[in-house]
C-alpha cells in the first residue's frame, strides 16, 4: 500500500518561506511523477507544480514562477516544495500525489493515483 505523508506546514508572515515535504512509503518514489496541489477555501483543488521521475524536468503555475521550488531526493523516498516570499493568496491545504501511470508530466489532477492528507498553509499580511 503506497503512503504519502506531508509536512512542514504552518503560520507565515507575508514575504516569509516554509519548505514542505512529502515522504513516500510503500514502493520506491522514483517510480511516480510527483506534483503538489492546493485546496482554498471555497475554491477547488489547483495544480502548483510538478516534477518529472529523475527530476529533471519541472513544471509551476504560473501564480508561483520564480518563488516556488519542486525538488526531490528518491534515495530519501521524499519531494519538497520550498516556497519563497509567501503571500496571503497561498493560503490553502497543500497535498502531494503521485502519478504512476504516464511517461510525461502532468498538470491534471486525473492523472494522479495517490495522495497525502495534505498540510496547512497559512500566510497572514
Known amino acids: 500500500q503506497v503512503q504519502l505523508v506531508e509536512s512542514g506546514g504552518g503560520l507565515v508572515q507575508a514575504g516569509g518561506s516554509l519548505r514542505l515535504s512529502c515522504t513516500v512509503s510503500?514502493?520506491?518514489?522514483?517510480?511516480?511523477?510527483m506534483g503538489w496541489f492546493r485546496q482554498a477555501p471555497g475554491k477547488e483543488r489547483e495544480f502548483v507544480a510538478v516534477?518529472?521521475?529523475?527530476?529533471?524536468?519541472?513544471s509551476y503555475v504560473d501564480s508561483v514562477k520564480g518563488r516556488f521550488t519542486i525538488s526531490r531526493d528518491n534515495a530519501k523516498n521524499t519531494v519538497y516544495l520550498q516556497m519563497n516570499n509567501l503571500r496571503p493568496e497561498d493560503t490553502a491545504v497543500y497535498s502531494c500525489?503521485?502519478?504512476?501511470?504516464?511517461?510525461?508530466?502532468?498538470?491534471?489532477?486525473?492523472?494522479?493515483?495517490?495522495w497525502g492528507q495534505g498540510t496547512q498553509v497559512s500566510v497572514s499580511s
Open positions: 516534477i518529472s521521475r529523475s527530476g529533471s524536468i519541472t
Open positions: 500525489a503521485a502519478d504512476s501511470s504516464t511517461a510525461y508530466i502532468s498538470t491534471s489532477i486525473k492523472r494522479y493515483d495517490y
Open positions: 510503500g514502493r520506491t518514489l522514483s517510480s511516480y511523477i
